[in-house]
């Protein structure tokens, strides 16, 4: 029945305990037998897993008893980090409530914030909940006070847990079933559903998740989706289950359901799209999302050049899994043919590079990411900068624009100086700055390239690891800007290219060539790597000639040493790109983002 349904999601700052809690809610449901329950279940992709973090959103249905009745409670769990706050609102959107999950030893942290303010634009219902009580430092009374000044939510009624050792979670779910709302929506109106998520599966096909909003879906029948206009009969529906799905026959209003079309590609199943009946469609489309934008990207070049049709099957593949990836051939001089690939951010790129390199058995080269610039050139033409060799002449040029983040940060008073000198020294705009007893909350905005490049690992290092930021897009604005080329040994390395503002050229450059030259092995002969702006030279380094071969240390006696160590070069250079004459190791290509 729609009044025994609840649609809840959970939110929090990373490592403040959601998979935990996701966990022990689904045990304390009985939805899985003890043998069943591996630790962390909801995070079931294996680099989730070793990274313990949590990127692909996942839901369950549960059955709970309360006062002799039975609810129906949906849990969607959202993943932790500011690459996928995209993720964080498909889910949220689906839901009637959410539990803000705070740590009672850390308090509020700046993704809090953040998805507090999602939680809010789709008005859910929010439950303060403290977490890790059964830690001695946990302060759950000061975590409160900090979470209705930072956020102005009301904690009178609030839930202090133990998601580790499960206390007080029982009566947490009590809390759900009594204070988020059922959701709304009329049984008997055409059938109309958000479809919040879709994957690909290698048995099933094409899979959509979705919350019905008004009527039902129902086997057999024939579906359209509104905007890709795609109609297809429903072959099966199941309930969401981190381990065992459960098939049925209808999904009725209110609830989530997993729809089986069979489709061979995600194409027609986009998510933000409406589904309705074909011959009684709904007249209301509802408000879907933006489709996921790629904010960052970077080259990826397979090392061996004939593995890029491999590459691109690759690439195909892990597309049908995650539609926020896009990529499009590229060929570099330097590197041969690869892809010029887009991503949600810097741990998305990771994360997609690990799942290349080891699922589909792939040696890759990747080059340092950069964000979008829009470019106008004098002839009043507007083109889109994916790639930063791609930049038209300067003469050409009349503004180049970059895109700006909104960055929050919550940081103790005590590194108060140093996040300021950083933001400052990252061309960051202050916009605001309020205390919160011995924390300081600080909003500014921030060229979006300055975040890609380490800006996380340097707020990180200068407050100990105390500070915490989350960010979002706010547009496009004018910067003075240059493109920086390298040469490394006269020639001009497209890959290595980078926009930098104008007035830090000369250090980044400097910077920039010292490390590469750090970088680049000895080689047999002398090699110079400079950097330029246009035809002006701005640093030069030269890397010493190694000067004799490595084999001449084994004395011509032991052959076995000497075939062991041509081997261990060989496999040293597997990581290699042959530059002309020179061998450029993948370190040098993200050398750019430590400077
Ligand atoms: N002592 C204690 N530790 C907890 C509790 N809840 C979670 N933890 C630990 O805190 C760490 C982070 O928990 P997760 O559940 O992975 O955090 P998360 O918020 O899901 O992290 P992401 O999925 O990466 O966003 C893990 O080492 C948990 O074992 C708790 O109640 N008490």
Redesign the pocket.
């Known amino acids: 029945m729609q009044k025994n349904i609840r649609n809840f999601s959970i939110i929090?700052?990373?490592?403040?305990?959601?998979?935990?809690?996701?966990?022990r809610i689904i045990q304390e449901c009985g939805a899985v037998t003890d043998r069943e329950m591996s630790s962390?279940m909801?995070?079931t992709m294996d680099i989730?897993q070793e990274?313990?973090?949590?990127i692909k959103a996942q839901s369950v249905r549960l059955k709970y008893m309360k006062d002799g009745q039975e609810y129906v409670l949906n849990l969607i769990?959202t993943?932790?980090?500011v690459d996928f706050s995209y993720e964080v609102s498909r889910s949220l959107a689906s839901s009637e409530g959410a539990l803000l999950?705070v740590?009672s030893t850390q308090g509020v942290e700046a993704q809090t914030i953040a998805n507090v303010y999602i939680a809010l634009d789709n008005d859910l219902e929010l439950l303060p909940v403290v977490?890790?009580?059964?830690?001695p430092s946990a302060d759950p009374m000061r975590v409160l006070e900090e979470t209705e000044e930072a956020i102005g939510l009301d904690c009178t009624e609030h839930n202090l847990?133990?998601?580790?050792?499960g206390?007080g979670v029982k009566e947490l779910i009590d809390s759900i079933v009594d204070r988020i709302p059922a959701p709304t929506g009329d049984e008997n109106a055409p059938t109309k559903a958000l479809i919040y998520d879709s994957w690909f599966d290698n048995y099933l096909g094409a899979l959509a998740l979705v919350r019905v909003y008004d009527g039902s879906i129902k086997k057999g029948q024939v579906l359209k989706m509104m905007n890709t206009k795609v109609e297809h009969p429903v072959l099966d529906l199941m309930y969401p289950h981190p381990i065992k799905r459960e098939k049925t026959t209808e999904i009725k209003t209110g609830e989530i359901g997993i729809v089986v079309l069979g489709l061979k590609t995600l194409d027609g199943i986009a998510v933000g799209d409406t589904m309705t009946d074909a011959k009684n469609p709904t007249s209301e489309i509802i408000d879907g999302f933006e489709p996921a934008k790629p904010f960052v990207f970077a080259g990826i070049y397979p090392i061996e050049t004939d593995k890029f049709e491999d590459l691109r099957e690759a690439l195909i593949k892990l597309q049908l899994n995650d539609s926020s990836i896009s990529f499009e051939p590229e060929s570099s001089a330097a590197l041969g043919s690869g892809f010029r690939t887009g991503f949600l951010g810097m741990l998305h790129m990771e994360v997609i590079k690990e799942r290349l390199e080891r699922e589909f058995n792939l040696d890759l080269i990747a080059t340092a990411p950069t964000v979008v610039y829009e470019v106008e050139k004098t002839d009043g033409e507007r083109v889109i900068i994916q790639n930063p060799s791609e930049l038209p002449e300067p003469n050409y040029i009349q503004t180049i624009f970059e895109p700006y983040v909104k960055a929050t940060i919550l940081v103790p008073d005590e590194f108060l100086g140093n996040v300021i000198k950083l933001l400052n020294d990252k061309r960051g705009i202050q916009n605001k700055m309020d205390y919160l007893g011995k924390r300081v909350l600080l909003e500014y905005d921030i060229p979006m390239n300055e975040i890609v490049m380490d800006f996380y690992d340097k707020l990180k290092s200068t407050t100990k690891g105390y500070a915490s930021f989350d960010y979002e897009p706010v547009g496009f604005r004018p910067g003075n800007l240059k493109k920086l080329d390298v040469r490394v040994a006269g020639e001009v390395v497209d890959a290595l290219s980078i926009i930098v503002p104008e007035e830090k050229a000369v250090s980044r450059g400097r910077e920039f060539i010292k490390a590469l030259k750090e970088l680049i092995p000895r080689q047999l002969f002398e090699v110079s790597v400079q950097a330029s702006i246009g035809n002006t030279i701005i640093a030069r380094e030269t890397v010493k000639s190694m000067g004799k071969n490595v084999t001449a240390k084994c004395y011509g006696g032991d052959i076995t040493r000497k075939r062991k160590l041509l081997e261990k070069q060989k496999a040293g250079k597997k990581r290699m790109k042959a530059i002309g004459k020179v061998n450029v190791p993948q370190e040098a290509f993200m050398a750019v983002l430590k400077i």
């Open positions: 929090a700052h990373i490592d403040h305990g959601k998979s935990t809690l996701a966990d962390q909801m995070d989730e990274r313990g973090i949590t769990d993943p932790g980090h999950i740590d977490n890790k009580i059964d830690l847990i133990s998601a580790k050792t206390l």
